[in-house]
């Protein structure tokens, strides 16, 4: 009997400590909160972990991303989703975002493109284009997509998305490719597009690619490529209109920012230019390219382009505008406003001979014509060439406007500063002086150069604070 008894307290104790220890470990499991500001809250919250995500940077959770926003999907009609990426490295291949959602993620957080192209799955190439930019009449996806959206907010916590674009670039260099490389983020024929406090590393081709979108936002975002790396142009807002480019910081390997819209008779027929676009307080570093470039795959249109407070440093030129025959379409009322730029081969260049095509089905007589150009208020030092700007003998570049620019140049220098060809336009308050075809112009106390008007967009976003918390 005392045998039994002892027996019975012994499993009592037992009981005891396995349930002192599992509040231990219940106390011991992970939580985060989380705030930021957005347009919108939502109405549930997961985490990529509760899907079977596992952040070791060697399990590949592209299944879980998706399970995870096939989910979350269910609640774009009552307030959204958001997939919470908490602390790892977790590695996926492509996926797809839903309408009404948000993805959010930790500052220990990264999301790692997977080597395999098989998780890269091929999709059609982009109609304005025809073509894939690498070639073949297909392309593969990127690694954050999203078709046919509403409202879509991509942020976090200065989190990581790193495309390990490496093998891509040397299957690039090596002409190994098939098909073009994937982008970082594509959204296509979506509205209301959020993207801020991220870093983005190594992607394979361009960063962030709106297209045929509306209604952009792009803040805080910090973008890095190795200088040598091939393509991986920053921000391509691609026939889009009404985005805001903020507060970012972008090294390339290409253009900091570029705007296009469609290549030759596939642009000129699918008719979507890009427009009313602001760029305000990016900095720059692209020693083989643009901070800013307008093209060359601009045959839908772009106009009503507004930059101001940019920086550019250690780069080729700070404003490129690219264009040729068979673009079609046109170039007009870019302003550029407040910029500096330190150790640039060109401040300025235009060319109108920037011939790479799709295919030979091209219309040469397609001439684009390129207008209303204003660049004010530039300071520029130890620069090579002022400027290089050629246009087309056909359809010379006309109404360009340079009002108190200040150029330092090289003291190594061996170029003229100016070199214009097929241009006109005028100046007033440029050091060195401009070439000829730039008329030196009086103020008589007016401005010069045409102020452009405030862009007026369709909803000037409202954010607010949101706020979260998980467990693990």
Request: a negative charge.
């Amino acid at each position: 009997m005392e045998s039994s008894r002892t027996q019975g307290f012994q499993v009592l104790l037992l009981l005891g400590c396995l349930l002192f220890l599992g509040v231990k470990v219940e106390s011991r499991r992970k939580s985060w909160s989380w705030s930021y500001d957005a347009p919108s809250c939502r109405a549930q919250s997961v985490t990529i972990a509760e899907y079977g995500g596992v952040g070791d940077g060697n399990t590949v959770n592209t299944k879980a991303f998706q399970k995870a926003i096939d989910y979350l999907s269910g609640f774009s009609e009552n307030g959204g989703g958001q997939l919470y990426i908490p602390p790892g490295k977790w590695l996926t291949g492509s996926f797809n975002l839903t309408s009404h959602f948000t993805l959010y993620l930790h500052k220990d957080a990264v999301i790692l493109g997977s080597e395999d192209p098989e998780e890269w799955p091929l999709i059609p190439t982009l109609p304005s284009y025809g073509i894939g930019r690498d070639g073949g009449n297909l392309r593969y996806s990127s690694l954050i997509n999203g078709y046919n959206l509403t409202d879509v907010v991509i942020t976090g916590d200065n989190g990581t998305v790193d495309g390990q674009g490496a093998i891509w670039w040397e299957k690039f260099h090596k002409k190994k490719l098939k098909y073009t490389r994937g982008y970082m983020v594509e959204l296509m024929h979506s509205k209301d597009i959020v993207i801020s406090n991220l870093t983005f590393l190594n992607s394979p081709n361009w960063n962030l690619h709106p297209v045929y979108s509306s209604n952009i936002l792009i803040q805080h975002v910090t973008i890095l490529a190795p200088l040598t790396s091939p393509n991986t142009d920053g921000i391509d807002p691609d026939s889009c209109s009404y985005v805001r480019i903020e507060d970012c910081y972008v090294e390339s390997g290409d253009d900091i920012v570029a705007i296009k819209s469609g290549w030759d008779e596939y642009g000129i027929a699918y008719g979507m230019p890009s427009q009313h676009i602001v760029i305000r307080r990016v900095v720059g570093v692209s020693p083989t390219s643009a901070i800013i470039a307008l093209g060359s795959e601009m045959s839908g249109g772009i106009q009503d382009v507004q930059a101001e407070d940019i920086q550019a440093i250690n780069s080729e030129t700070g404003v490129r505008i690219k264009t040729s025959p068979g673009r079609g379409n046109y170039v007009r009322d870019i302003y550029v406003n407040r910029m500096t730029m330190v150790n640039m081969k060109w401040a300025f260049t235009m060319t109108g001979s920037y011939g790479a095509h799709p295919d030979n089905k091209y219309d040469p007589n397609a001439i684009p014509v390129v207008e209303r150009i204003s660049y004010s208020n530039v300071i520029a030092t130890n620069v090579s060439t002022a400027g290089k700007l050629d246009g087309i003998q056909k359809a010379p570049f006309k109404d360009i406007c340079l009002t108190n620019v200040t150029i330092s140049m090289a003291p190594k220098s061996k170029h003229p500063p100016w070199n214009c060809t097929n241009i006109q336009g005028v100046s007033h308050s440029v050091s060195p002086e401009p070439c000829n075809l730039l008329q030196e112009q009086p103020s008589g106390g007016e401005p010069i150069c045409p102020r452009p008007r405030e862009i007026d967009f369709p909803e000037q976003t409202n954010f607010r604070k949101c706020s979260y918390s998980s467990r693990q």
